[in-house]
Structure formats: C-alpha cells, structure tokens
C-alpha cells in the first residue's frame, strides 16, 4: 500500500512540474510586460468615469512595448512598496510618475529622464498662504513616501510645520485640503495643474517650488537588457515624433526630454 502511495505521489509531482514548466513557458513566450503603476496618478496613471486605466504614461508605455514587440498588463500597487515589487519579480516596470532620486537609484536601474516635474505646496484658492515660509504651524499633507516627502524634509521649512500628514495617494490628500482637514498639500506639479484645470478657482500653488525632478522608468537591478531595449524604444519615439503626440494629447504641447 506504502509502495503505490508513494508511485502515486511521485506521479503527481511529475504532472505538476510538466505543468509549470508549461506555464513559465506560456508566460515567457507572451511576452507580457507588467506595469507597477498608482491607479490614483492623473492625469499619468488614473481611472476614467469606465474604471478603465488610462493617462499620458499609458499610453507611453503602450506604444514604447509595440516597439518592442511585447504586450502590457497595468497592475496597480501600494506606492509605498514599489521597489519590494519590482524586486521580487511580481512587476517588470515601476512606470507611473516615478521620479528619479540618488536613493531610488541604489534600488533600481532607471531609463533616462522622459519628464521635468517639481514638487509644489498646493492650498485652497482662498487661503492666506502665499509662500513656504507661510507653512510655519500649519498642517500639510503629502503621499506617503513619495518624492514630495522627500522634497519637504530637504527643506528648512519642515522644521516649522506642525504636522505632516501622509496618505495613501495625492487623491485623498487635496479631499481633505477641500474639507479644512490640511493647510496645504506637496503634490507634483504634474499632477496639481490637471486638477486645477478639472476644478478652477479651488486651489491655488504657491509661487515657490520645494524641488525640481525629473520622471523615469523603473527597471529591476540586474535587467540590463530590458532597460536597454526599453530605452531603445522610447528613443525611436522621440525620433519619429510618437512621444510628442502623446504629450500634446494630454499636456496640449511636447513635455517629453529628448
């Protein structure tokens, strides 16, 4: 009885393992590439009124894997565990606003900057505030480890504040700006100039910026060839000029570094 249980088992584990080789290989030969993004990033990397994921860097990423002959699959993550993600293997890409820091570069390899951005202090149209040194006492809130967490501690102002405030993403942050709940908000200039489009006259931004940055693509440490045929494909579409159409589609002008 032992001897067949064991034949039995030992059966199993071959039909499994000829499954799974079969499956890596499926997945190998699909050539699909997953996007680590933040669902919540407009007008980068949102949900429209469909709940369909859309924005300027998804459509980046579209066109720059037809280059490549791969297919995209957009998996939403925590932003707070990006880097784990990409480690780990769970996503190939972290491409969705992401800005490139001396720290993130010791975590990750990165593409060449595609996008200028600045962190910026965003306050309701009808606040006293007019510059940083105005934050002194007041409550601000940010995402949390973001680079807009980075560009606050960075600034002599951090000392001053009274509270920081982190929140899961820029979305809920400007809801409880809009409620009285936070003075102000660190948000990407990016991001705050579609909402202030979406809802004029609701906030303003103050005229000092706390940081200039620039956005790249996230490849995992150790995939030189992936960044390689990544940064070849976004080079063909600043040549052919696919990169400025995206731009104009979404910014009304070409923001994409050559």
Same mark, same amino acid.
């Given at each position: 009885? #032992?001897?067949?249980?064991?034949? *039995?088992?030992?059966?199993?584990?071959?039909? *499994?393992? &000829?499954?799974?080789?079969?499956?890596?290989?499926?997945? %190998? +030969?699909?050539?699909?590439?997953? &996007? @680590?993004?933040?669902? =919540?990033?407009?007008?980068?990397?949102?949900?429209?009124?469909?709940?369909?994921?859309?924005?300027?860097?998804?459509?980046?990423?579209?066109?720059?894997?037809?280059?490549?002959?791969? !297919?995209? =699959?957009?998996?939403?993550?925590?932003?707070?565990?990006?880097?784990?993600?990409?480690?780990? /293997?769970? &996503?190939?890409?972290?491409?969705? /606003?992401?800005?490139?820091?001396?720290?993130?570069? +010791? +975590?990750?390899? *990165?593409? +060449?900057?595609?996008?200028?951005?600045?962190?910026?202090?965003?306050?309701?149209?009808?606040?006293?505030?007019?510059?940083?040194?105005?934050?002194? /006492?007041?409550?601000?809130?940010?995402?949390?480890?973001?680079?807009?967490?980075?560009?606050?501690?960075?600034?002599?102002? =951090?000392? %001053?504040?009274?509270?920081?405030?982190?929140?899961?993403?820029?979305?809920?942050?400007?809801?409880?700006?809009?409620? @009285?709940?936070?003075?102000?908000?660190?948000?990407?200039?990016?991001?705050?100039?579609?909402? #202030?489009?979406?809802?004029?006259? $609701? *906030?303003?931004?103050?005229?000092?910026?706390?940081?200039?940055?620039?956005?790249?693509?996230?490849?995992?440490?150790?995939?030189?060839?992936?960044? =390689?045929?990544?940064?070849?494909?976004?080079?063909? #579409?600043?040549?052919?000029? $696919?990169?400025?159409? &995206?731009?104009?589609?979404?910014?009304?002008?070409? !923001?994409?570094? !050559?």
């Amino acid at each position: 009885m #032992m001897k067949r249980l064991t034949t *039995f088992v030992l059966v199993i584990l071959a039909v *499994f393992s &000829i499954v799974t080789g079969c499956s890596k290989s499926a997945d %190998k +030969k699909d050539n699909t590439l997953v &996007i @680590g993004i933040d669902d =919540k990033f407009a007008p980068l990397g949102f949900r429209d009124e469909n709940n369909e994921i859309t924005g300027f860097d998804i459509d980046y990423a579209k066109a720059a894997a037809a280059k490549m002959g791969a !297919k995209v =699959k957009f998996q939403p993550i925590d932003w707070e565990t990006k880097e784990s993600e990409l480690s780990s /293997g769970r &996503i190939d890409l972290i491409w969705n /606003g992401y800005t490139i820091t001396d720290d993130r570069k +010791k +975590k990750v390899l *990165f593409t +060449k900057p595609y996008l200028k951005n600045a962190q910026v202090v965003v306050t309701l149209a009808n606040s006293k505030l007019t510059k940083l040194d105005d934050l002194a /006492g007041k409550v601000v809130g940010l995402q949390s480890l973001s680079s807009a967490a980075d560009a606050l501690n960075a600034n002599p102002i =951090k000392s %001053k504040v009274k509270t920081v405030t982190e929140f899961a993403d820029n979305v809920q942050a400007l809801t409880d700006l809009k409620s @009285g709940r936070l003075d102000a908000v660190v948000i990407d200039e990016v991001v705050i100039d579609y909402y #202030m489009a979406k809802e004029k006259d $609701t *906030f303003k931004v103050l005229d000092e910026s706390l940081a200039p940055e620039e956005y790249g693509i996230g490849v995992k440490k150790g995939n030189e060839e992936l960044l =390689k045929k990544l940064q070849n494909a976004l080079d063909d #579409m600043n040549a052919d000029g $696919t990169a400025a159409e &995206i731009s104009k589609k979404w910014f009304g002008e070409n !923001k994409v570094i !050559k």
